[in-house]
């Protein structure tokens, strides 16, 4: 399945999670490409959007290969492969670097959209796919800290390996699971980049 932009992705997003019967949830995209895909959700199931904050830990000469992410909170989560490829100093060196770009980029959405309780509410959490799932596992874990009445993960696309892992946490939508998967943005016709003044206006939109 290959979709013509995160928009598209979106709205086929949407008619899966009709089923599930949400009412008026918190829709978390992550940040960047995330939110787009999320802010349609949003709209369509009468819900409201928000954001969710994750930075990769890249590998050492390759930042896209992820061998872990860092949530809004601090919180660091590893693949199990993590140690194979950079040792503990290199982690926690990527962790406080990531850790502080979070930082930065709350204190610049926050002030267009304050943050969402999530206590008691629905959470249907977004990106616009999964590759090794380490970023949507770090905010997997910092909206579970927040007592929401159910988290949903949802992606157009993901890794079956990624998806099947995020089940055992989560319920999770996902319109395509192929054995075959390769970058998320080949699933994609349109998969240009989304800037933090892209994310900055549709948070405007929703902003109380």
Do not use: C
């Not at 709209?43 to 992410?69: C, S």
Request: hydrophobic share 45%; glycine share 10%.
């Amino acid at each position: 399945m290959r979709f013509r932009d995160r928009r598209h992705a979106g709205t086929l997003l949407t008619e899966a999670l009709k089923p599930l019967g949400l009412e008026r949830p918190v829709v978390l995209g992550l940040p960047r490409g995330g939110v787009v895909v999320a802010d349609e959700v949003a709209r369509r199931l009468g819900g409201e959007l928000d954001v969710v904050l994750v930075r990769k830990v890249g590998a050492p000469g390759n930042p896209e290969f992820a061998l872990g992410a860092v949530g809004e909170k601090g919180e660091l989560v590893l693949r199990p492969y993590a140690h194979q490829h950079a040792d503990g100093s290199y982690l926690e060196r990527e962790a406080a670097r990531q850790r502080d770009l979070i930082r930065k980029r709350a204190e610049r959405y926050r002030k267009v959209r304050p943050k969402v309780p999530l206590k008691d509410r629905e959470v249907v959490l977004v990106d616009d796919g999964v590759a090794t799932g380490a970023s949507m596992e770090a905010a997997l874990s910092v909206v579970l800290q927040e007592g929401p009445k159910r988290v949903v993960v949802a992606v157009p696309v993901g890794s079956p390996e990624a998806l099947e892992k995020l089940r055992e946490r989560a319920e999770v939508v996902a319109l395509s699971a192929p054995q075959d998967f390769a970058a998320v943005g080949a699933y994609y016709l349109d998969f240009g980049e989304v800037t933090d003044e892209d994310v900055e206006a549709l948070l405007l939109q929703w902003a109380p």
